[in-house]
């Protein structure tokens, strides 16, 4: 995705944005994998996010272990469980993600449940996150209605704010959803819950181009999304292909996971429309 | 003296004051919207609560009894004690009052199956039921520390019908039952109902699981006033999730004669007031984000769900329905909390003097319904909701108790 000289934006410039805008000047397509934080230590999880800057990740998605995590399957369940049972905490996942910030050009987003945000309080999750070097939030349970001062919040630090449009989702509701998100817009490819699968729903071609329609803010693809034909697939009419499960899956069966990770990360960036 | 509540709660959006709200991911805001539609659509229709009130009487055998415990009374030293019997209520326990009405409102909306969630099972086997009766597919999640501590209520389920899927994650117990049953419905909302079983998850639950357990308190409203001819001075009833209480409570703080009436929650204390020894979210807990709710819940200072201990298999949550946090911060009910000791001995205590056999749940309403009336003059009154029959706790009690 190459080095982009970040040292050089405004303040105001998100480098989300930065990045999206980018990729379409050059008609590029971004990978966003997932990665637990913590899972199975934070050191990993460093070496994880320098190794998909270098693959040509464009995003990372770190994902903040939760003990219920209810939209996520066994896979990203158990990852999570293995994060806390090894003691990650979120001051922990600040201090690697401010760590590894000036050694990546990845957009760096914090999945996170609201849970752990309420807890925080808003507005000092924010600026911690912030000071950390997150460039942007998904709170995968943060509805449309309740979505205001998260948003406001996340502005006032300089950071996106990135909402889901589920296959439930009518038209005119995820149009209202596309507005309320800076940075990208998370669809979510399939009802239910996340984790690897055989192949994507055959109606996500024609839900992707009806959002094309009602929103010029980037769409990034997840839930199901597995293997480099998938990110083609998705990638073909949106923005952005966020893998999670299938890399975990494949870091899990690994004897050398970094190395295997990075494969697959190399992989699936060569899967980008 | 605590001010009665006077506006319409929840809100628009699911709010009771501070508490409620709808914190779900988006797959599953279509099917809340379509719940909450098919809910308001059902209370508009008269024949609806025909269809309720036919229900209730001739299939749960409502209108459950009000009765004098004059033992315990007399064992207590002051004030008369009370209690409804909702243990006499079809399958045991009042959890059937919101099944059979989540199930009428599954037909309405032409769904063909219901999931729930399950702890002490007294609901998965309430859920069973109604889909018996209604002929709906029905799958209970239930935690295998759950199913092991409560294995007769599993057998009720199975023979009824339902699927039991055992749930190993967490602390297999009722909050990883629910996790399960909600990840189940994100993948089936378009043909599945989740018939939430107290009065937690994202509005409309809680306002629905509270007016169909609401028929309780209607009941002792209007038989107090008929057998003891005038309202008690307290009434109690135990609080896990809360759906007994918020359904005894409710009336109580909408009858304009029954503001100075005291009410009183009584929640699990386990072991001791130490974190991940107890359940008692209200007491113990701080406000947060559980579920899809925003109400007293016990979480770590980094937003995780505490583990949490009661011998009551129903009371095993670290989380509380969001309008018993309103209900808290208002004043309009207080909360306290009995051990599993005191619960045990009440629950020995009313075998032995009343012949009535509890649910170990309301065993912590007696244990302090005991505390409450021994401090009131004789002409005095107190009421517990006695919130279902203990039949299924009597392995437990056996191995606990070393009996």
Known sequence: MGRLGFSTLSPMKHRIDAIFSDLQARDAKALMPFFTAGDPDLTTTADLLRAADTAGAAVCEVGFAFSDPVADGPTIEASMQRALDGGVDVQGVFDMVRGVRDQVSLGLVAMVSYSIVHRWGLERFVSEAADAGFDGFIFPDLSLEASGPARAAADAAGLTLSLLVAPTTPIERAKKIAAACSGFVYVVARSGITGARAALPPELTDRLHALREVTDVPLAVGFGVSKPEHVRDVTTVADAAIVASALIDRMQGADQPLDTATLMLKELVGGLA | ?403
């Open chain 2, 1 to 403: 003296m605590p001010t009665p509540p006077t506006l319409a709660q929840p809100d628009a959006a699911g709010y009771y004051g501070a508490f409620g709200g709808s914190y779900i991911p988006e797959t599953l805001h279509h099917a809340v919207l379509e719940l909450s539609a098919a809910y308001e659509a059902a209370k508009a229709d008269p024949a609806f609560a025909a269809q309720m009130d036919e229900l209730n009487r001739d299939y749960i055998g409502r209108a459950t009894p009000l009765q004098l415990a004059p033992r315990l009374t007399e064992r207590a030293g002051g004030g008369q004690i009370w209690i409804k019997r909702e243990d006499l209520a079809h399958t045991g326990a009042h959890k059937i009052n919101n099944a059979i009405g989540q199930c009428l409102l599954t037909l309405r909306m032409g769904k063909k199956r219901i999931i729930a969630e399950t702890g002490a099972g007294q609901h998965g086997v309430a859920t069973a039921t109604a889909a018996a009766k209604f002929n709906l597919e029905c799958e209970v999640f239930m935690g295998t520390e759950d199913m092991r501590r409560q294995r007769p209520n599993v057998l009720r389920m199975q023979l009824m019908g339902a699927k039991v899927t055992g749930v190993e994650s967490g602390s297999a117990t009722l909050k990883d039952a629910t996790n399960a049953a909600m990840r189940d419905w994100m993948a089936t909302s378009e043909t599945t109902h989740y018939t939430i079983g107290s009065v937690v998850g994202p509005h409309p639950f809680p306002l629905i699981v509270r007016d169909f357990q609401s028929v309780i308190g209607r009941e002792t409203l209007a038989q107090c006033r008929d057998q003891l001819g005038r309202l008690p001075e307290c009434v109690t009833a135990c609080v896990g999730g809360g759906s007994n209480a918020a359904g005894m409570f409710y009336p109580f703080t909408q009858d304009p004669d029954a503001h100075d009436v005291k009410l009183v929650g009584v929640e699990p204390g386990g072991l001791g007031s130490e974190f991940g020894k107890h359940a008692a979210s209200l007491t113990h807990g701080r406000p947060g984000v559980l579920h899809g709710s925003l109400s007293y819940v016990l979480q770590d200072d980094d937003g995780q769900t505490s583990p949490v201990h009661s011998v009551s298999a129903g009371l095993d949550y670290p989380g509380v329905g969001p309008e018993h946090a309103y209900w808290k911060d208002s004043g309009r009910v207080t909360y306290a909390s009995v051990t599993d000791t005191e619960a045990l001995e009440a629950f020995q205590l009313i075998s032995k003097l009343e012949g009535i056999l509890p649910a170990l749940e309301c065993s912590h309403a007696l244990a302090h319904t005991l505390k409450v009336a021994a401090a009131m003059p004789q002409d005095q009154a107190v009421v517990m909701n006695l919130s279902g029959r203990g039949d299924k706790d009597l392995d437990e009690v056996v191995r606990v108790l070393g009996l």
